[in-house]
């Protein structure tokens, strides 16, 4: 693998309810998706992703969550983080995601997203934007599995 100089978290989420949230304090990046989030966070602006998360209070969680308010649209938003990541260092990803309303077919994937030669920009994040891990749950039908992707390098 290439160095990277900064790795930009993402989520990129397909009709489900997506919770990211840190178990301790000190952690490297943490997002309770308090009424400010969207100052932290950026929405693509590429055609295919034109859904907006509402920010509600999920029953038997303490903090607040985003909520894919429409079926059928594709998300993308991302985030930033202030310094790069090192993974000889440790790393532990963690969010949770709740399915809700009949959801059937989708996914909820989280993305650590790769430095490239041009530079990151949050406007044209999109499915193809080189990432470094992706994992989340994916779910069609009674067919229900969580995926992790590492491209090699």
């Known amino acids: 693998m290439t160095p990277r100089q ?10 489900t309810l997506p919770l990211l949230r840190a178990s301790f304090p000190g952690s ?5 998706f308090s009424p400010d989030w969207p100052e932290r966070w950026q929405y693509t602006s590429v055609k295919k992703y034109t ?49 809700t309303k009949g959801h059937t077919c989708g996914g909820a994937y989280l993305k650590l997203l790769s430095q490239t030669e041009n530079g990151y920009t949050p406007k044209r ?3 193809k934007t080189p990432y470094s891990i992706m994992f989340g749950p994916d779910r069609c039908g009674p067919d229900s599995r969580v995926r992790c992707a590492m491209p090699m390098d």
Request: charged content about 15%.
């Open 6 to 15: 900064s790795v930009p978290a993402v989520l990129t989420v397909l009709t």
């Open 28 to 32: 490297y990046f943490f997002e309770s």
């Open 51 to 99: 859904g907006r998360f509402d920010t509600v209070q999920p029953e038997g969680f303490q903090d607040t969550a985003t909520q894919i308010p429409a079926a059928n649209q594709h998300y993308g938003v991302s985030a930033t983080l202030k310094a790069p990541l090192h993974a000889k260092d440790g790393l532990v990803v963690q969010y949770e995601v709740k399915f």
């Open 125 to 127: 994040l999109k499915s």
